[in-house]
C-alpha cells in the first residue's frame, strides 16, 4: 500500500554533463522534431544539445535515419547508441522546428516518454535544456504507477523509474530549486492520483481522513478531524444528510498551514474539495453502467488535500486553510429521501430533490465552515456535475465563481496545462433553485445548464466579500480511456497543479 508521506517519486539530480560511466540500464531521452513540415516523410532530426558532441550526434541520426523514425509531437523511437554512456538513446519527438515549444508540449513529451520506459530504473535527459521544469514534471508523472492491489501473480515485475538526470548549463541554487519545486508539484500530482485510484472498499470517510492527517502530520501542519458525532452537534446538516445512507459514518478533515510572516499583510486563501468516497446516487440511484467510476467522486477532497501539504512543503508565505467533507453516498433505510429538507451549516434550508446531486451539500457546509475563518479568496473544487462533461469534455474543468477571480484562476489553469475555462453564472438560475417548503431546492427543475445551476446553488453559502471560485473536475479528474502525454488511465491529479499556481501566484501578488 501507499504510504502515509504520499507518492514517493523518482528522485531528480541537475547535472552540466553526461554521466562519466556507461550504464546499460539507463535511457538518455533526446528531442527531435520533423524534418520537413508535419505531414513530410522527412526523417527526424536531432535537436542541437551542449550534451552531445558532434559524434554523438552523427551516430544518433545515423539510427534515426536507418529506421526512417519521423519526429512527430509525441512520436518515440529507441535506438542504440555504443559511444554514449548509457545503454539506449529514446527520442521523441515535439513536431516542426521552431524557436521556442510551451511548456505543455515539453511535458508531454516527456510523459509519453517516461510511461513507454518499462523497466528503466535511470533516464537522463536533454528535454531539460528546453524547459526544466517542464521536462521533470513529464518524467515524473508519465511514470506514474498504481499496483498497490496487484497480487504477486499479477504485479509488474518491472523495476520503477527511481532516478531522473536533468541536463543544463547552469547548476546553481537557482536551478536546483526550480527542480526540487517541479519535483514536489509532480509528487503532489500523484499523491492525489494515489487517492484517486485506491478503490472504495479501503479508502472509505474514517480512513480518508486518517490518510490525510498522516500527511499532514508528516508536513508539520495542524489538522483536525471532526467525526459523525461532532458534526451532527453542530450542525453539518449536508454531510450529516448525505452519509446517512452508509454503515461508514462521515467526516470532515481541516488541514491549516500557517506560512504568513508576522507583521506582513498577507492573504489568507481557504480551500474545499468534495470527498465523496463512492456515490451510488443514494435513493435517487445512478445507472450500473460505469458506476464503478465514482470511485473518483473525491477527486476534488484529493487534490486539495495535495495542494495544501504542498503549500508546507514548498513553505508559501501565506496561510492556507483546507476544509475538507468526506461522506459516502449510499441507498439504505436510514438514508435521506427525496422530498426531504435539510438544514445546512450556517441555517440555510434546503430540500433534497435529487439524492444524486450530494456534493453540493456537503460542499455548502465546507463553504460556510471555511468563510468564518475570514479568508480573502476560497477556491474548491469537485467532481460536480456530469454537464461540465457536456459542456466541456473530458479534458477541461469548468471554472466559475466571482469573476476577477474566476478569470485569474482559469487563466492560470491554461499556463499549467489544466485548461480551466471560465463559466457564467446567470443571475436567473437561482429563479431555478426555488423550493415551494425550504430556503432553497438542491436542483433545477429543468435539464439545462446543470454546471451553472450547481455553481449557482454554491454560490449562496459564499460569504460577502470572498472572492471565490470553483474548479469543476468531473470528467477531468479520471481518465476514463486510455493513456496520453503524462497522464494515465485512472485517477489524473487535476486540478491540483493549478491550485498551487494560484496559491503561488496570491503569494507573490495578494
Same mark, same amino acid.
Given at each position: 500500500?501507499?504510504?502515509? @508521506?504520499?507518492?514517493?517519486?523518482?528522485?531528480?539530480?541537475?547535472?552540466?554533463?553526461?554521466?562519466?560511466?556507461?550504464?546499460?540500464?539507463?535511457?538518455?531521452?533526446?528531442?527531435?522534431? $520533423?524534418?520537413?513540415?508535419?505531414?513530410?516523410?522527412?526523417?527526424?532530426?536531432?535537436?542541437?544539445?551542449?550534451?552531445?558532441?558532434? *559524434?554523438?550526434?552523427?551516430? &544518433?541520426?545515423?539510427?534515426?535515419?536507418?529506421?526512417?523514425?519521423?519526429?512527430?509531437?509525441?512520436?518515440?523511437?529507441?535506438?542504440?547508441?555504443?559511444?554514449?554512456?548509457?545503454?539506449?538513446?529514446?527520442?521523441?519527438?515535439?513536431?516542426?522546428?521552431?524557436?521556442?515549444?510551451?511548456?505543455?508540449?515539453?511535458?508531454? @513529451?516527456?510523459?509519453?516518454?517516461?510511461?513507454?520506459?518499462?523497466?528503466?530504473?535511470?533516464?537522463?535527459?536533454?528535454?531539460?535544456?528546453?524547459?526544466?521544469?517542464?521536462?521533470?514534471?513529464?518524467?515524473?508523472?508519465? @511514470?506514474?504507477?498504481?499496483?498497490?492491489?496487484?497480487?504477486?501473480?499479477?504485479?509488474?515485475?518491472?523495476?520503477?523509474?527511481?532516478?531522473?538526470?536533468?541536463?543544463?548549463?547552469?547548476?546553481?541554487?537557482?536551478?536546483?530549486?526550480?527542480?526540487?519545486?517541479?519535483?514536489?508539484?509532480?509528487?503532489?500530482?500523484?499523491?492525489?492520483?494515489?487517492?484517486?485510484?485506491?478503490?472504495?472498499?479501503?479508502?472509505?470517510?474514517?480512513?480518508?481522513?486518517?490518510?490525510?492527517?498522516?500527511?499532514?502530520?508528516?508536513?508539520?501542519?495542524?489538522?483536525?478531524?471532526?467525526?459523525?458525532?461532532?458534526?451532527?452537534?453542530?450542525?453539518?446538516?449536508?454531510?450529516?444528510?448525505?452519509?446517512?445512507?452508509?454503515?461508514?459514518?462521515?467526516?470532515?478533515?481541516?488541514?491549516?498551514?500557517?506560512?504568513?510572516?508576522?507583521?506582513?499583510?498577507?492573504?489568507?486563501?481557504?480551500?474545499?474539495?468534495?470527498?465523496?468516497?463512492?456515490?451510488?446516487?443514494?435513493?435517487?440511484?445512478?445507472?450500473?453502467?460505469?458506476?464503478?467510476?465514482?470511485?473518483?467522486?473525491?477527486?476534488?477532497?484529493?487534490?486539495?488535500?495535495?495542494?495544501?501539504?504542498?503549500?508546507?512543503?514548498?513553505?508559501?508565505?501565506?496561510?492556507? &486553510?483546507?476544509?475538507?467533507?468526506?461522506?459516502?453516498?449510499?441507498?439504505?433505510?436510514?438514508?435521506?429521501?427525496?422530498?426531504?429538507?435539510?438544514?445546512?451549516?450556517?441555517?440555510?434550508?434546503?430540500?433534497?430533490?435529487?439524492?444524486?446531486?450530494?456534493?453540493?451539500?456537503?460542499?455548502?457546509?465546507?463553504?460556510?465552515?471555511?468563510?468564518?475563518?475570514?479568508?480573502?479568496?476560497?477556491?474548491?473544487?469537485?467532481?460536480?456535475?456530469?454537464?461540465?462533461?457536456?459542456?466541456?469534455?473530458?479534458?477541461?474543468?469548468?471554472?466559475?465563481?466571482?469573476? *476577477?477571480?474566476?478569470?485569474?484562476?482559469?487563466?492560470?489553469?491554461?499556463?499549467?496545462?489544466?485548461?480551466?475555462?471560465?463559466?457564467?453564472?446567470?443571475?436567473?438560475?437561482?429563479?431555478?433553485?426555488?423550493?415551494?417548503? @425550504?430556503?432553497?431546492?438542491?436542483?433545477?427543475?429543468?435539464?439545462?445548464?446543470?454546471?451553472?445551476?450547481?455553481? $449557482?446553488?454554491?454560490?449562496?453559502?459564499?460569504?460577502?466579500?470572498?472572492?471565490?471560485?470553483?474548479?469543476? &473536475?468531473?470528467?477531468?479528474?479520471?481518465?476514463?480511456?486510455?493513456?496520453?502525454?503524462?497522464?494515465?488511465?485512472?485517477?489524473?491529479?487535476?486540478?491540483?497543479? $493549478?491550485?498551487?499556481?494560484?496559491?503561488?501566484?496570491?503569494?507573490?501578488?495578494?
Amino acid at each position: 500500500m501507499s504510504t502515509p @508521506a504520499g507518492y514517493q517519486s523518482p528522485a531528480v539530480t541537475v547535472a552540466s554533463t553526461l554521466p562519466k560511466r556507461k550504464v546499460e540500464s539507463s535511457v538518455l531521452i533526446v528531442p527531435v522534431v $520533423t524534418g520537413g513540415d508535419e505531414n513530410s516523410d522527412a526523417t527526424a532530426r536531432v535537436l542541437a544539445s551542449p550534451y552531445l558532441d558532434a *559524434e554523438a550526434i552523427s551516430e &544518433v541520426q545515423g539510427a534515426l535515419d536507418a529506421l526512417g523514425a519521423k519526429g512527430g509531437a509525441e512520436q518515440l523511437t529507441r535506438v542504440v547508441a555504443p559511444s554514449l554512456p548509457v545503454g539506449s538513446v529514446l527520442a521523441v519527438g515535439l513536431g516542426k522546428s521552431r524557436d521556442s515549444w510551451p511548456a505543455e508540449t515539453i511535458r508531454r @513529451a516527456a510523459g509519453v516518454a517516461a510511461r513507454s520506459l518499462s523497466g528503466v530504473e535511470n533516464v537522463v535527459t536533454t528535454l531539460s535544456d528546453l524547459d526544466l521544469e517542464a521536462a521533470v514534471e513529464g518524467l515524473i508523472l508519465g @511514470a506514474y504507477r498504481f499496483s498497490d492491489f496487484r497480487s504477486a501473480k499479477t504485479a509488474p515485475k518491472d523495476a520503477r523509474l527511481r532516478k531522473i538526470t536533468v541536463l543544463t548549463p547552469d547548476t546553481k541554487s537557482a536551478t536546483k530549486d526550480a527542480a526540487a519545486r517541479a519535483e514536489a508539484v509532480a509528487t503532489a500530482v500523484a499523491t492525489a492520483r494515489d487517492f484517486v485510484n485506491t478503490p472504495p472498499s479501503h479508502l472509505f470517510p474514517a480512513e480518508f481522513a486518517q490518510r490525510a492527517k498522516a500527511l499532514g502530520d508528516a508536513a508539520g501542519i495542524d489538522v483536525e478531524v471532526l467525526d459523525d458525532k461532532t458534526l451532527a452537534k453542530q450542525g453539518f446538516g449536508g454531510i450529516v444528510g448525505v452519509g446517512k445512507g452508509s454503515s461508514r459514518p462521515p467526516q470532515l478533515v481541516r488541514l491549516t498551514h500557517r506560512g504568513a510572516k508576522k507583521n506582513k499583510k498577507s492573504k489568507k486563501v481557504a480551500l474545499v474539495g468534495k470527498g465523496i468516497t463512492f456515490d451510488t446516487g443514494g435513493i435517487s440511484i445512478k445507472p450500473a453502467a460505469n458506476m464503478h467510476h465514482m470511485t473518483s467522486d473525491m477527486g476534488g477532497a484529493a487534490a486539495v488535500i495535495a495542494t495544501v501539504v504542498l503549500a508546507a512543503r514548498r513553505q508559501l508565505p501565506i496561510d492556507v &486553510v483546507a476544509t475538507v467533507p468526506m461522506a459516502e453516498n449510499m441507498p439504505s433505510s436510514t438514508a435521506q429521501r427525496p422530498g426531504d429538507v435539510l438544514t445546512q451549516y450556517g441555517g440555510i434550508t434546503v430540500e433534497v430533490l435529487n439524492t444524486d446531486a450530494e456534493g453540493r451539500l456537503i460542499l455548502a457546509d465546507a463553504i460556510v465552515r471555511a468563510c468564518e475563518d475570514q479568508p480573502d479568496y476560497l477556491i474548491e473544487t469537485s467532481t460536480l456535475t456530469g454537464a461540465q462533461t457536456v459542456a466541456l469534455g473530458a479534458r477541461t474543468p469548468g471554472v466559475m465563481g466571482s469573476e *476577477e477571480f474566476r478569470d485569474r484562476v482559469a487563466e492560470i489553469s491554461q499556463e499549467v496545462g489544466e485548461n480551466g475555462w471560465a463559466m457564467p453564472l446567470p443571475e436567473e438560475l437561482k429563479d431555478d433553485l426555488k423550493s415551494t417548503v @425550504a430556503d432553497l431546492a438542491n436542483v433545477s427543475g429543468s435539464r439545462y445548464a446543470g454546471m451553472l445551476v450547481a455553481g $449557482t446553488y454554491l454560490r449562496e453559502f459564499v460569504a460577502e466579500g470572498v472572492q471565490w471560485a470553483h474548479i469543476d &473536475v468531473a470528467a477531468p479528474a479520471y481518465n476514463s480511456g486510455g493513456p496520453w502525454g503524462y497522464t494515465p488511465k485512472g485517477g489524473t491529479g487535476v486540478p491540483t497543479r $493549478t491550485m498551487f499556481a494560484v496559491l503561488e501566484d496570491i503569494a507573490v501578488n495578494g
